[in-house]
């Protein structure tokens, strides 16, 4: 069975611009978690989603969204890219949602620079 | 703000020691997950937890529930297990909010 796969692997934007992250999940996996991890602030939860919804979200501005595609894909969209976007993006699917989720399964990562 | 602490922040030790990893919690919580993150920053979870202890191999997990406690435990350590080992945890309160993440603990294993 194939993992979480993450696309693009390494990015380099500037200030001011947009980018689009995407996560593939394991098949047969409904839910998919983003996550952000810095040096200075760690691992941090973002948002997940369920059945294409929402379901969670992290104390983050609403410059970073999301979404999920009805084959469970999901995307990550950050806008009006800062300095402070710099970090490792980690996306993570499991079968169930929630409290519920189970184990996660992580992907390698997308790895963005904010010049 | 729920916090997750995990001691020590490094670690290093010689192969074959016993090591050990502790995290703490604030409130309660529906599950603890521990994870291992090795340099280029890919994560594999070694174990979910809501109580009890579990055992994969040279790794074993155990969780209190009363004292809000976890531990890691990693028998006759080697090289390759050389990484950041991070606690995670999903608090069982009301609210819409993902795993929080402890600062992670840095393990090296010396020949």
């Known amino acids: 069975k194939a993992g979480v796969t993450q696309t693009p692997r390494y990015l380099i934007k500037t200030r001011g611009q947009q980018v689009t992250l995407s996560c593939s999940p394991i098949?047969?996996?409904?839910?998919v978690s983003w996550y952000q991890q810095t040096p200075g602030q760690g691992l941090q939860f973002l948002f997940e989603?369920?059945?294409?919804?929402?379901?969670n979200k992290g104390n983050f501005p609403g410059r970073f969204s999301g979404r999920q595609f009805s084959n469970s894909r999901s995307e990550m969209n950050v806008s009006t890219l800062e300095l402070g976007d710099s970090a490792l993006y980690l996306c993570?699917?499991?079968?169930?949602?929630?409290?519920?989720?189970?184990?996660?399964?992580f992907g390698p990562g997308t790895r963005l620079t904010v010049l | 703000k729920n916090e997750v602490e995990q001691s020590p922040q490094n670690l290093t030790a010689q192969e074959g020691e016993f090591i050990t990893i502790n995290c703490s919690y604030s409130?309660?919580?529906?599950?603890l997950h521990w994870l291992q993150q090795h340099p280029g920053g890919g994560i594999v979870s070694l174990f979910m937890?809501?109580?009890g202890k579990k055992k994969h191999g040279r790794l074993i997990a155990t969780i209190n529930i009363q004292e809000k406690h976890s531990s890691l435990h990693i028998t006759a350590s080697h090289p390759r297990d050389s990484a950041v080992y991070i606690c995670?945890?999903?608090?069982?309160?009301?609210?819409?909010?993902?795993?929080?993440f402890g600062k992670g603990t840095h393990l090296i294993i010396q020949p």
């Open positions: 993570a699917s499991s079968l169930a949602r929630g409290r519920a989720a189970g184990e996660q399964f």
């Open positions: 098949s047969g996996h409904r839910s």
């Open positions: 989603y369920f059945s294409e919804t929402q379901r």
């Open positions: 409130v309660g919580i529906s599950a």
């Open positions: 937890l809501s109580s």
């Open positions: 995670a945890v999903l608090y069982s309160g009301g609210g819409a909010d993902g795993l929080t």
